[in-house]
């Protein structure tokens, strides 16, 4: 059910391709408010002619009283600030679930690669893994997702379409759990990981474990998924941001009227209010795209096709438990000889090849007179003005460089000093004791 337009999107020189976009149908905004919209100005005419038509001036005083009244006090509602971060809120919300969706096709490329053997039993427990992962996306979706509650009506259907077998769903009612039992055939694709690991059909517990790991993450996608169903935006921001949005056009088929009074906003007798009703397209529009992501589970046009990735999912990854161990003939390729790699382009193609880029300061050139290492002392010979910023700041050293300079410079005849008398002293202490004084070292 996803309205995909990126093809026609793909150049924005086309001027006309983001036209053709407007008037397309499914999943457009003129589809979202046209109802609403309608409404609206099925009630702003009736208004409308009962002021021009079925009042008498008296009465009509009083309806331009109360129109001008709902025209000064309609930006009052500040429909734009709470309906923006209702968007937004929403849009972050989808995007999370998004991706959460769970497909079993990593999960696919362990399976075929770790679970070893080439007889039926091998085969099996490959396909079968993989088989309960999709079997625990179809049990949760079938309680979170109506197209898919529609597909799976009950578990023989999930029986009926080879998911489950007779005997597993035997097995999976009698499992006296009251809240959801999605993940049941997840802890049966672990217990055939552990099976596979001591029957030597997975050669290590490294990759028992990972395997193990990888089943707990599309675990982890799932609850996440049922936990979006569970918990949503809370309600009261739904409310105030729909009652916000309507109640300023309520407020619109009142003050929007053009009326007899002579004021700069009535100078021209509009018999259609265009700008309120693009303001209406709009605002509407905005509320209606949050509704419809508010549950992208569902059976809008831009909801998202679970029944779509559980066939797509299904079928990739028992493919993939299929391809074990096959593998094409090795040949070299036509690059066998060569060191250079240039891979072909077509003529229409060829506008869309670029040159590499190897920096954005490959083509700074640096003058001669300062591209020299520079050495202790000799900083005094380049000019300021010919000086990068770094050499400028080896040239002036800082406070603490100072100090711990002199502070250097001070300390090393200390240092001298204390070895020559420390050497004195010990050859007189040896000259007292009788004993040969030390080679001296040349």
């Not at 919300?93 to 998004?98: A, I």
């Not at 675990?219 to 729909?242: C, E, H, K, S």
């Amino acid at each position: 059910m996803t309205v995909t337009y990126s093809s026609r999107v793909a150049s924005v020189s086309n001027v006309a391709s983001f036209f053709k976009l407007l008037i397309r149908w499914k999943g457009s905004v003129i589809k979202l408010v046209l109802v609403d919209l309608i409404i609206f100005l099925v009630l702003y005419f009736i208004f409308n002619f009962t002021y021009r038509f079925g009042l008498n001036p008296a009465q009509k005083r009083t309806f331009e009283s109360i129109a001008s009244y709902c025209n000064q006090n309609t930006g009052r509602i500040p429909v734009a600030f709470i309906l923006g971060f209702y968007v937004v809120l929403v849009i972050q919300r989808w995007l999370q679930v998004l991706r959460t969706l769970p497909w079993p096709n990593r999960m696919s490329f362990f399976t075929t690669t770790l679970v070893h053997g080439d007889d039926e039993m091998g085969r099996l427990m490959r396909r079968t893994i993989q088989r309960y992962l999709t079997l625990s996306t179809v049990l949760l979706t079938r309680d979170t997702c109506p197209p898919v509650r529609k597909r799976f009506p009950t578990l023989q259907h999930v029986v009926d379409a080879g998911l489950m077998t007779d005997n597993e769903m035997h097995v999976y009612e009698n499992i006296p759990a009251p809240q959801a039992k999605y993940w049941v055939p997840l802890v049966w694709s672990t217990a055939l990981v552990t099976r596979a690991r001591k029957e030597g059909r997975i050669k290590d517990d490294i990759s028992a474990q990972t395997m193990i790991v990888e089943i707990d993450k599309y675990r982890g996608y799932l609850m996440a998924l049922f936990n979006y169903d569970w918990i949503p935006i809370p309600l009261i921001y739904t409310q105030v941001t729909t009652l916000s949005v309507y109640t300023y056009f309520l407020a619109c088929l009142m003050g929007a009227q053009f009326l007899d009074v002579e004021t700069p906003q009535n100078w021209i007798d509009m018999k259609v209010p265009i700008f309120t009703v693009m303001q209406f397209v709009f605002y509407v529009g905005w509320l209606k795209v949050a509704e419809c992501m508010l549950n992208p589970l569902g059976e809008d046009d831009d909801d998202f096709e679970i029944n779509y990735i559980i066939d797509c999912g299904f079928e990739s990854s028992m493919l993939a438990v299929e391809l074990h161990g096959t593998l094409p003939e090795m040949d070299k390729d036509v690059y066998w000889e060569k060191v250079e790699f240039d891979l072909p382009y077509t003529a229409a193609a060829e506008k869309f090849k670029v040159e590499p880029h190897l920096g954005s300061a490959i083509d700074l050139v640096v003058s001669p007179k300062v591209s020299e290492f520079l050495q202790d002392g000799s900083c005094s010979s380049i000019p300021d003005e010919e000086a990068s910023p770094s050499t400028i700041r080896r040239r002036h050293p800082s406070k603490m460089q100072r100090i711990f300079s002199n502070r250097s410079r001070h300390m090393r005849p200390r240092r001298q000093l204390s070895r020559t008398t420390s050497s004195n002293s010990q050859t007189s202490g040896q000259k007292a004791r009788g004993l040969p004084e030390p080679a001296s070292v040349p």
